[in-house]
């Protein structure tokens, strides 16, 4: 399995680059916590998060009868936010975006974080200049990233069996395979490797392993 026709690499940013699914689980238990609902661990959150976001809300036991999405969603991420600079990469992704570059192949960031935002994070982590396009949502609320990967497609115009995404859950194999593209996934983020291991996709165990692999 080696992806000779890529050279252009169309990364996935939150748990695929930037290790902050622990930020994720504190911030949720916070918000638990004052709903008196049960807290979660990594492994549980690994177990149940989801594209649309909206559906692991309720998996938490969030009722939106109560308190809408739209409010629960805005809290998550103000919380979120405070503390983002807590994060930072995993420990290999700035020497792998280093060598794919130099290897000749060019990269881009397709993202479900809201684009803003996103642009900040990718700058402030030293690895803007990695990236020829960084595109992200226009909200907070995480509904998927389909609709952003056709305009990131449509600004790159490069034939579709020369890219290839990289991302850490289900809904990335699912983006790639609504835009017809390559696809590999990581399971050092989001969601549990027994989560994608099905998905139709190769995986690989760590970032470092991408390399043998272009």
């Known amino acids: 399995m080696v992806f000779k026709k890529c050279n252009h690499i169309i990364w996935d940013w939150n748990g695929t680059l930037l290790n902050d699914a622990w930020l994720c689980v504190e911030v949720m238990n916070g918000m638990l916590k004052e709903r008196n609902l049960p807290l979660i661990t990594l492994d549980i959150y ?12 309720l998996k ?14 805005m809290d998550f991420m103000l919380l979120y936010n405070r503390r983002q600079k807590e994060c930072s990469l995993h420990p290999e992704a700035a020497r792998i975006l280093k060598e794919v570059r130099k290897r000749g192949y060019r990269q881009s960031i ?6 803003n935002e996103l642009r900040q994070e ?13 595109f992200g ?10 609709d952003v990967g056709i305009r990131l497609l449509e600004k790159l115009s490069i034939p579709k069996d020369q890219l290839l995404f990289i991302g850490d859950t289900l809904h990335d194999a699912e983006v790639a395979e609504e835009l017809g593209i390559d696809c590999i996934l990581i399971p050092n983020g ?25």
């Open 122 to 134: 990718v700058k402030d982590l030293k690895v803007d200049q990695f990236f020829s396009a960084v």
């Open 60 to 73: 938490l036991g969030f009722d939106f009868e109560k308190e809408p999405f739209e409010i629960v969603g």
């Open 190 to 214: 989001h969601q549990s490797k027994e989560r994608i291991i099905h998905c139709g996709y190769p995986l690989v165990h760590r970032l470092r392993d991408l390399i043998d692999l272009l």
């Open 110 to 115: 397709l993202s479900a974080r809201e684009e």
């Open 46 to 57: 690994r177990k149940i998060f989801d594209f649309p976001v909206r559906d692991y809300y």
């Open 137 to 146: 949502l226009e909200d907070h609320y995480a509904y998927g990233k389909i």
